[in-house]
């Protein structure tokens, strides 16, 4: 299937590691161009290197999106340095595990109103992108385990928060054709990852998990990255306000 997004200028945050470095991946190797940003400096100055060494577009700066006005000015030199936006992924996670004061915290600054504050900042370069194709689009990374909670905890409070921000956004924004959707990937394996640190500290949680995904065994970064590129594509032009599961069946709930 041809996506269509050879030439779409896209907006990644989060995009050094797992999914998110997966998604960029991706969308550079579709013929998209690409900004990404995450907190490291040395992780986004390696990762561009690479994407570059292999011809892809792809360029980055170290922003941490709890500082509005840091955020702001990425996207504003994002969108000045490819002339325009076409698409944003907004990939946030303070891996508030927990229901510390700390997680509750990390968790409203970097999941929550990192991304409202990201799409804030890009709806004006989105508008002017969805004026002269008809389609523009937000993807936001969320989690299933907002459909499974074992126990209560921040990470899950706020990215149950994410999808409901997804749908109202995709209602508000359908007239101005900016498509908004979100995906929530299970059980995702990445050696630097969540479930790779549980694997190494933590094996009989991790076989646990394991045993209960009905695959037999975790996703993989790129098999999320599918879904959610296939998302911001053309392609799914008349989708929007959908929430995926990636999770190979691990959560119970049914979705109707």
Not at 37 to 49: I, L, M, S, W
Not at 145 to 157: H, L, N, P, V, W
Not at 201 to 229: C, D, F, I, W
């Amino acid at each position: 299937m041809e996506l269509g997004l050879k030439g779409k200028r896209v907006l990644v945050t989060g995009g050094t590691r797992g999914i998110g470095l997966a998604i960029v991946r991706t969308i550079a190797q579709e013929g998209g161009r690409v900004v990404l940003c995450a907190r490291n400096a040395q992780q986004v100055a390696e990762t561009v290197a690479v994407f570059q060494q292999q011809g892809l577009a792809v360029s980055g700066s170290a922003v941490d999106i709890t500082d509005q006005n840091a955020l702001c000015a990425w996207v504003e030199n994002a969108a000045i340095e490819m002339g325009g936006i076409d698409v944003l992924v907004a990939n946030p996670s303070a891996l508030g595990m927990g229901t510390s004061p700390q997680d509750w915290q990390s968790g409203y600054e970097v999941d929550l109103m990192g991304t409202v504050h990201t799409i804030e900042a890009a709806q004006p370069y989105l508008e002017k992108a969805a004026l002269r194709t008809d389609d523009a689009a937000i993807l936001i990374l969320s989690s299933a385990a907002i459909a499974e909670a074992d126990t209560e905890s921040a990470y899950g409070a706020f990215k149950a928060a994410l999808v409901y921000h997804a749908k109202g956004a995709a209602r508000r924004l359908a007239s101005k054709k900016i498509r908004v959707n979100s995906v929530s990937p299970g059980t995702i394996y990445a050696d630097d990852g969540f479930w790779g640190s549980v694997k190494q500290h933590m094996p009989e949680m991790y076989e646990g998990y394991l045993k209960r995904n009905p695959l037999g065994r975790m996703g993989s970064p790129q098999e999320v990255a599918n879904t959610a590129v296939f998302l911001c594509s053309p392609a799914a032009s008349f989708v929007t306000g959908a929430n995926l599961i990636v999770d190979g069946a691990f959560t119970s709930r049914v979705n109707y």
